[in-house]
C-alpha cells in the first residue's frame, strides 16, 4: 500500500495472563455442537464500542486480572471498560472508560484489575480478524475463532463506521463488588435434588473458586446439594446461565464457552443481563449467593 | 411429552425414546421452514430431549407444541449423504469378534445400515448417529485413546461417528474417510447436521 495510510493495527506487546478476542459469539449453532462463546461481560463490551461510535458486535479484546500492552502501529482510537484498571499511554495516565487517541507507535498498557476480572479494549472500527461462523470470538472449550494473541501478533483494525466516537457524559466506575447475588430461576431439573438441600441453597454463602473460567463460574464452600435420586441424566441441551450440579454437589453457573449439552442435572438458570456480566467480573474468593429469581 | 421451561428464554421437551426426538426434531424443522415455529434461536436435539433457546415466551410455546399432531419419522426424512470409508480402524477385530461376524463383514453392517444423526455435541460438528440395532451396540474401551485421528469412523454405545478432528476419545475404531464432517468455512459448515441420513460406503486404497 505504498503512498496511501499505514494499515491501522495493534501489536501485542504483553498478552497478559489470558487475553482473548470476543464480541457476541455464536449463537444459533448450539445444535452443531458449536459454543456459543462471546463477551462475559455482555454490559462492559457493548459500552466499549458505544464509547466509539463502533457497530455493536465489533470485535474487541477480553483480559482477564492482569489487563494487556498493545503498541498502535497506526493512529487509532482505542477504549477500555469492564473491570477497573489503570490506563497508560507510553507512561502516562489515560483514560479508563473513555476514548483515548493513540498516536502511531504509542504504548497502550492497560494494568491490573483494581477489581473485578475482565477489562475489555475496544478499537474504532474493531479488530478485523478473520471471522468463524460469523463471529471473531475465541471460543476456548472449542477452539474455533482466532488464536489467543501472545507478544508480537499484530491485529488488525477495520475501518471506522459512520457513527462518530461519542464517548459517555457520566460513567460510573465500578466500585469492586463484596459478593455476587444470582438470581436463580429453579429447572429444568430441581427435581433431581433433595428438597431440603434446595431450601439450604437460599440460606447458603458460596465462595468462588479459583477453577472458573469462561466455560463456567465454579463455586466452592456452600452447602452441597444433594440429589434425591439415582441413575445418570442423558446429555441434554445446556443454556447459558444453567447453574449444572455435579456429583460434589456444588453448583457450577455456565458461561459463555459452555458445552452445548451436559450430563448433569441443571437446577436452575441465572437470566443473562446484570447477574451474569456480575458473575464475569466475580473474582476467586468473592461471596456468592443464590436468590430466588 | 413433557416440556420443561428452562429459565426466561428457552424450554427443554423431554421425550421417551430416540424415535420420539427425532420425530418432533423433524416437526420443528418443517414447521420453522414454513414459518410456523415463530422466533426460536436454537432447535437442539439430544438423547431424550429437545432444547429450544432463544425464545420470546417458552411457556407459550410449550402450550403450542402440546397441542401438535406429530407423525412418526418417515425413513426417507431428511437428506441423505454417503460417506467413502475405508476399514482400517485399530479397533476392526475387536468390533468383528464382539458382532461374530468376519472382520470383513464389518464393512457390510455399517454399509446395510441406514443411519441418521440424532444430535451433535463432544466437538463441532461431531454428530450422534443413530441406526444400529442393539444387539450390534458396543461398549467404550476401557482405555481412552489420547489422540484418535480425524476422520476415524468409530462407535460406541448406541452410536456411530466420525471424529471431525484430531482428539481424544474412548469410541471403538473401524475405519477412515475422507471425507471432511467439519468445515466451519464451508455451507453447511457440518456434514452431519441433526436429521441428516448417512450412508457408509466401503473404498479401498
Not at chain 1, 209 to 221: Q, V
Not at chain 2, 29 to 34: F, G, P, Q, S, V
Amino acid at each position: 500500500m505504498s503512498g496511501g495510510a499505514p494499515e491501522a493495527a495493534l501489536e501485542v506487546i504483553r498478552a497478559g495472563a489470558l487475553t482473548t478476542l470476543q464480541d457476541l459469539g455464536r449463537p444459533g449453532y448450539a445444535h452443531l455442537g458449536v459454543p456459543r462463546s462471546g463477551a462475559l461481560d455482555a454490559g462492559a463490551y457493548g459500552l466499549a464500542n458505544r464509547l466509539l461510535g463502533n457497530p455493536p458486535d465489533a470485535a474487541v479484546l477480553e483480559t482477564t486480572l492482569d489487563g494487556v500492552g498493545l503498541r498502535a502501529l497506526a493512529p487509532v482510537t482505542v477504549a477500555v471498560t469492564g473491570a477497573p484498571c489503570a490506563v497508560r499511554v507510553s507512561g502516562r495516565a489515560a483514560a479508563w472508560g473513555a476514548p483515548v487517541r493513540l498516536r502511531a507507535g504509542a504504548e497502550l498498557e492497560v494494568g491490573r484489575a483494581e477489581s473485578g476480572v475482565r477489562s475489555y479494549v475496544a478499537v474504532r472500527g474493531g479488530f478485523a480478524v478473520p471471522p468463524v461462523l460469523g463471529s471473531r470470538s475465541t471460543d476456548l472449550l472449542s477452539g474455533l475463532g482466532p488464536g489467543v494473541p501472545v507478544a508480537g501478533t499484530v491485529l488488525p483494525v477495520g475501518p471506522a463506521g459512520p457513527d462518530p466516537v461519542r464517548g459517555a457524559d457520566e460513567l460510573r466506575v465500578p466500585g469492586a463488588p463484596t459478593e455476587l447475588v444470582l438470581p436463580l430461576r429453579l429447572g429444568p431439573r430441581a427435581d433431581w435434588f433433595e428438597p431440603a438441600s434446595v431450601a439450604a441453597l437460599w440460606r447458603a454463602e458460596f465462595r468462588v473458586s479459583p477453577a472458573s473460567n469462561r466455560i463456567g463460574l465454579r463455586t466452592e464452600a456452600g452447602a452441597r446439594l444433594v440429589r434425591s435420586r439415582g441413575g445418570e441424566l442423558p446429555s441434554e441441551g445446556m443454556v447459558l446461565g444453567a447453574v449444572q450440579v455435579p456429583p460434589d454437589g456444588l453448583p457450577v453457573v455456565f458461561l459463555a464457552d459452555h458445552p452445548v449439552t451436559g450430563g448433569y442435572p441443571v437446577l436452575g438458570v441465572v437470566p443473562p443481563g446484570p447477574p451474569l456480566n456480575a458473575a464475569a467480573q466475580a473474582g476467586p474468593g468473592l461471596p456468592v449467593r443464590f436468590v430466588r429469581g | 411429552m413433557r416440556p420443561l421451561v428452562v429459565g426466561g428464554e428457552a424450554l427443554l421437551i423431554e421425550l421417551d425414546s430416540a424415535q420420539e426426538v427425532a420425530a418432533l426434531h423433524a416437526e420443528l424443522l418443517r414447521r420453522r421452514e414454513a414459518g410456523e415455529l415463530g422466533d426460536v434461536r436454537d432447535v437442539v436435539p439430544a438423547a431424550r430431549t429437545v432444547l429450544l433457546d432463544g425464545v420470546a415466551g417458552p411457556g407459550a410455546l410449550a402450550d403450542r407444541i402440546a397441542r401438535w399432531e406429530v407423525p412418526p419419522l418417515a425413513r426417507t426424512e431428511g437428506p441423505l449423504v454417503t460417506v467413502p470409508v475405508r476399514y482400517d480402524g485399530p479397533d476392526l477385530t475387536e468390533v468383528a469378534r464382539r458382532w461374530g461376524v468376519a472382520e470383513r463383514e464389518v464393512a457390510d453392517v455399517v454399509a446395510g445400515t441406514e443411519f441418521r444423526v440424532a444430535f451433535c455435541g463432544f466437538a463441532p460438528g461431531f454428530g450422534y448417529l443413530t441406526g444400529l440395532p442393539e444387539r450390534l451396540h458396543l461398549p467404550r474401551r476401557n482405555t481412552p485413546r489420547t489422540a484418535v485421528p480425524a476422520g476415524s469412523l468409530a462407535l460406541a454405545g448406541e452410536y456411530a461417528g466420525v471424529y471431525p478432528r484430531s482428539s481424544p476419545g474412548g469410541w471403538q475404531l473401524i475405519g477412515t474417510t475422507d471425507a471432511v464432517v467439519w468445515d466451519p468455512e464451508r455451507e453447511p459448515a457440518a456434514l452431519f447436521a441433526p436429521g441428516v441420513r448417512v450412508r457408509f460406503e466401503e473404498v479401498t486404497g
